[in-house]
């Protein structure tokens, strides 16, 4: 059996990929991993699978466009950080979902759902669910981040979320509660998923949450500094970049 994985965070893939080579309720003889959805596009438009992992929301737009540029009727097993509603809407379809940060035995009860439907798949449903939810949740930006900890999946919600710093090679998250873990994005890359109204992208370094400002030190009309909760453990002193102090601070007015 031919397995895509459409998925952009790398540590998802890893981990759901090792669960699928654990398991042995369907045989899997390739995967093959999607991590966009332009690489999805190209990939369907010539080629096919037995059955598909879709995140709903990838690094350059929803998934569900993909649908705008080629005909899928394979089944489907949506990968999802959304919330409760977003639950009760996929419980009246006959595809399964997974809800990040997901087990074992989540992602077993799905292959096994997949089995019993998968000669009566109807993905026409799904993807009105997928359209409808797309609408009910607005911008598309990412509201859930997956990590690491240790050998499991963590998901951070953006309002714990209280900045991303770049160090080195890695880009890390910081939670409110002084936890940190390293993101497997680029700060380039990931200012583009953020809520704009929340994250603001004050340096090179730093990525904040507005809510994470604890005091604005202006030593100039150049130099002005922030105070986070939690500090950060290096680069402590913080500073918003001179070419974007006036629009960090028309950013903190709104």
Known sequence: MKIAIIEDELLAVNYLKDLLDKQSIVPV???VVL???KQAIDFFENHSADLIFMD???GDGMSLEIFEYVELFTPIIFITAFDEYAMRVFRHFTIDYLLKPFEEEDLHQALQ????IRTTFDPEPVLKSMSTLHQ???????KRFMVRDGNKLKSIDEGNTAYF???GKYLFLTTKDHQTYIYDDTIKDVIHKLNPQLF???NRKFIINKNAIVEIIKHSSQKVELKLFPAPEINSDVFISKRQITECLSWLKS
Do not use: N, Q
Request: aromatic share 12%; hydrophobic share 40%; proline share 4%.
């Open 29 to 31: 003889t390739e995967t």
């Open 113 to 116: 759902k997949f089995i019993s």
């Open 35 to 37: 991590r966009s959805k």
């Open 56 to 58: 709903i929301h990838l």
């Open 136 to 142: 009910a949740d607005g911008p598309d930006v990412m």
């Open 200 to 202: 603001f992208k004050i």
């Open 165 to 167: 710093f770049a160090s």
